[in-house]
């Protein structure tokens, strides 16, 4: 847990998340494939682009809201921490976590749960696709599908993860 640990508020609503995720797979959200695209044509003939590489003006306008960017940090501990958060998430999750660690806001089996597909990423250096339920303490529960793609800023570590997200609610 990081330096945090003693002012941790856990984000109460969300009682678990479910999560499965694999490969990308061509996605049938026009969202999700624009995304695809982008990062395709970030990363050109490279492994993958550098966080530098995104520029909201290379982003479809409709896609703009969907986006998460989130950095890794690893000293003087591995976190995970929302660098921006796009408006369609926020406003499926009534809650802006931008700029927060993931170790402060969210209980330790959720973290365990939504950590799972960014660290693939980072291990593999390749997108990675998921399908999440969150269950939320209102008895509602909200369905995403996502997918995850490596930034670096040295062509070889994963330093942040730029994902597109589209939510349903159930």
């Known amino acids: 847990m990081g330096s945090g640990a003693e002012n941790k508020r856990p984000f109460t609503r969300l009682l678990g998340v479910e999560s ?3 490969p ?3 996605p049938d959200n026009e969202i999700l494939q624009s995304g695809l695209r982008v990062w395709d044509e970030l990363r050109g003939e490279r492994r993958m682009p550098a966080p530098h590489d995104v520029d909201p003006l290379r982003i479809p306008p409709l896609a703009l809201s969907h986006i998460t960017l989130v950095d ?3 000293e003087p501990e591995f976190r995970f921490r929302w660098r921006l958060i796009g408006t ?3 406003s499926a999750l009534g809650r802006d976590m931008t700029g927060r660690y993931w170790d402060e806001i969210y209980d330790a089996d959720v973290l365990e749960t939504i950590e799972k597909a960014p660290r693939r990423v980072i291990a593999t250096g390749q997108p990675v696709q998921s399908l999440e339920t969150a269950f939320l303490i209102e008895k509602l529960f909200l369905r995403s599908e996502s997918i995850s793609f490596p930034l670096s800023g040295n062509g070889e570590d994963v330093d942040r993860i730029l994902s597109f997200v589209v939510f349903a609610s159930g």
Request: without cysteine; aromatic residues 0%; charged residues 25%.
């Open 20 to 22: 499965d995720h694999g």
């Open 72 to 74: 890794i940090e690893r």
């Open 24 to 26: 990308v797979h061509t």
């Open 88 to 90: 369609h998430i926020t």
